[in-house]
């Protein structure tokens, strides 16, 4: 909505990194639970603890959960932090967000709007799928080609 409707790149940028740390802690909360821990612990752990301050920490913590959880259930894990999707949501999502949020950057043009839209997407569905049991029934489409420039429809 941002992007299409409002034209609206940085806004867009900003959106797009809260969807991806929304999700991380929604990932990060169920694997806690799935591993023992309760409901209140885990959301005492992710709100208190300094270890899970910040979208970079929690990632890194859900990489390290991740990897647990997989050995733990005899899934194949699949690394995020360290891959190239990881190098392109923190160089380029992370880096514009941060950039739109700290320095009040709004310059942004729609083409970084929509690339920084298409990485959360990927990032989001690769975080997603490696855990089947906290695989959210919505999922999104990683593909970019329904969006266009002006109000219309957008595939999600």
Not at 140 to 148: C, F, K, N, T
Request: charged share 20%; hydrophobic share 45%; net charge neutral.
């Amino acid at each position: 909505r941002s992007l299409q409707i409002d034209q609206d790149s940085k806004l867009a940028i900003v959106h797009a990194a809260t969807a991806v740390e929304v999700h991380v802690l929604h990932l990060l909360h169920g694997l806690l639970v799935a591993l023992g821990q309760s409901d209140a612990d885990a959301w005492s752990l992710l709100e208190n603890d300094p270890q899970y301050e910040g979208v970079s920490k929690r990632i890194k913590r859900l990489e390290f959960h991740t990897k647990t959880y997989c050995e733990q259930n005899g899934i194949p894990y699949k690394q995020f932090v360290g891959c190239a999707l990881y190098d392109r949501w923190k160089n380029v999502l992370a880096h514009k967000r941060n950039r739109a949020v700290h320095a009040g950057v709004a310059s942004f043009t729609w083409s970084e709007a929509t690339e920084a839209i298409g990485i959360a997407k990927e990032s989001i569905i690769f975080m997603d799928q490696r855990v089947p049991a906290l695989v959210n029934h919505f999922q999104l489409h990683p593909s970019m080609a329904g969006i266009q420039e002006g109000a219309g429809g957008i595939l999600f």
